[in-house]
């Protein structure tokens, strides 16, 4: 009787073990680009604005209705793993869609300061962003215009940006705070930052994100020796979109 218990048990654990869900059933992207900002290298020459270069195109809504008409010779992409599509270029944004090999789109437009492409797919009513390692480009992107989504398009944000933001300066580490911003547990989504931060001499984009509303500090390594002044901004983030955002008073080094 022991034995066919002892049998029976090992039976169970290898259903289980089959059942479980394994690493790769995660989209690839979230694998190989993980909640670290993106950091790219960029001229350190003007100060970021807060005006976008161009008309950013709205989340979808109930009623939104969407046409566009690719320019022709216009670069097309076709989804090469399982990936998300989100409403900024990184990972860093909210989600806006999710994609699966072999879904097709234009290319439309490059980031301003990642490698990151804004693609109308055919699957969908608005455009997004996508990391470039998720998709097969044809055509030539380099000549694509650059632009900075604007996030008061994407939706509303009842809640408003953070209080009390503050910035704290220990050697060549900058200490984030703010108040925390009370929201429901269906629309919270935490926070957002983007920063332009000195390390090395280079002048770099900085973004992450904070997974629900009760993180209310953040450190990043910022240095002195770029030819601009670092910066920083955060936004409240909910489900139906972001906040207007708050200048975070950034320390000099």
């Avoid at 399982?82 to 990972?91: E, L, M, T």
Wanted: hydrophobic share 35%; with cysteine; proline share 9%.
């Amino acid at each position: 009787m022991k034995k066919w218990n002892l049998l029976l048990m090992l039976i169970v654990i290898l259903i289980t073990a089959c059942g479980a869900p394994s690493e790769s059933d995660q989209p690839v992207e979230e694998m190989e680009e993980t909640a670290t900002p993106i950091v790219v290298y960029i001229s350190a020459t003007p100060l970021p604005t807060l005006t976008p270069t161009l008309t950013f195109t709205p989340a979808p809504t109930a009623t939104l209705t969407q046409t566009f008409t690719p320019t022709p010779g216009a670069p097309t992409a076709t989804v090469n793993k399982q990936a998300h599509c989100r409403y900024g270029p990184s990972v860093a944004y909210l989600h806006a869609a999710d994609l699966l090999p072999g879904d097709k789109g234009t290319v439309r437009y490059r980031a301003m300061y990642s490698n990151w492409l804004y693609i109308q797919f055919d699957k969908l009513t608005y455009s997004c962003w996508v990391a470039p390692s998720v998709v097969d480009v044809l055509g030539d992107v380099s000549a694509l215009q650059k632009f900075e989504p604007d996030l008061q398009r994407i939706g509303s944000n009842m809640y408003g940006p953070p209080q009390n933001v503050q910035a704290t300066r220990k050697d060549d580490e900058v200490t984030i705070t703010w108040d925390r911003v009370g929201m429901t547990a269906d629309d919270d989504r935490g926070y957002l930052i983007e920063a332009f931060v000195c390390q090395k001499g280079a002048y770099i984009w900085w973004t992450d994100s904070f997974p629900d509303q009760y993180n209310d500090t953040y450190s990043v390594k910022d240095e002195a020796g770029c030819a601009a002044p670092s910066w920083g901004r955060i936004y409240t983030v909910e489900k139906h979109g972001f906040s207007e955002p708050a200048e975070i008073p950034w320390p000099p080094p």
